[in-house]
Structures are given as C-alpha cells and as structure tokens.
C-alpha cells in the first residue's frame, strides 16, 4: 500500500521555523522525483520546490527561495522541508508528491501525502 505521511506542521511566529518530514512507503522512493505543494482553501495548490532522484539541483518557487531548503534522504525513504524565516503568507496546508516518468513503457506514477498544515500567526 502505498503511503506518503507528512508531519511537522503546527503554528510558529513570523520569523520562526518549521522543518517538515514526508515518509515513504508501499513504492521505489529512489526512483522518484519529489515535491512540496502548498494549498490554501479555494486556491490552486502552488507548486514549492522540487527534488530530484538523486537530491541534486532542487528547485523553488520565487516566493521561498533562500527561506526553504528540500532535501531528501533515500536510505530512510523520507523527504523534508526546512522552512526558515517563516512569514505569514506561508500559512497553508504542505501537501508531499512522488512522481516519476517512464516514456519508454508509457507510464507516469504520481502519488499524494494527506497533507501536514502551517501556520504563521503572531
């Protein structure tokens, strides 16, 4: 059965920090690349930042770069998020996504976690 679980959310002040955790299971975790989104109620679910297979080369949306770091740990099958400097408009639902590609068979495999909420309140 395959499972993405997040945890680490909570509420935190503005300027403060988070550090959120997605564990694996039920599927190749090496083998996909990995994701954070964000969702805040009525709104589209915004892409955060994106980690390869390997944890090379990351990617972030505009709005968090140099605030979040993603980073992924094979052996343990989980990936993170470390959010720093926190501000209010990160309040959101943090929703952890495993996707990976084989054209060659044409096949896409995507997987979703149920979410883990933050909140930046003073």
């Known amino acids: 059965q395959v499972q993405l679980v997040e945890s680490g959310g909570g509420l935190v002040q503005p300027g403060g920090s988070l550090r959120l955790s997605c564990a694996a299971s039920?599927?190749?975790?090496?083998?996909?690349?990995m994701s954070w989104y964000r969702q805040i109620p009525a709104k589209t679910r915004e892409l955060v930042a994106s980690?390869?297979?390997?944890?090379?080369?990351?990617t972030y949306a505009d709005s968090v770069k140099g605030r979040f770091t993603i980073s992924r740990d094979n052996s343990k099958n989980t990936l993170y998020l470390q959010m720093n400097s926190l501000k209010p408009e990160d309040t959101a639902g943090y929703y952890c996504?495993?996707?990976?590609?084989?054209?060659?068979?044409?096949?896409?495999?995507?997987?979703w976690g149920r979410g883990t909420q933050v909140n930046v309140s003073s």
């Open positions: 039920g599927f190749a975790f090496s083998y996909y690349d």
């Open positions: 980690i390869g297979t390997t944890g090379g080369t990351p």
């Open positions: 996504y495993a996707g990976r590609s084989r054209p060659f068979y044409g096949q896409r495999s995507e997987y």
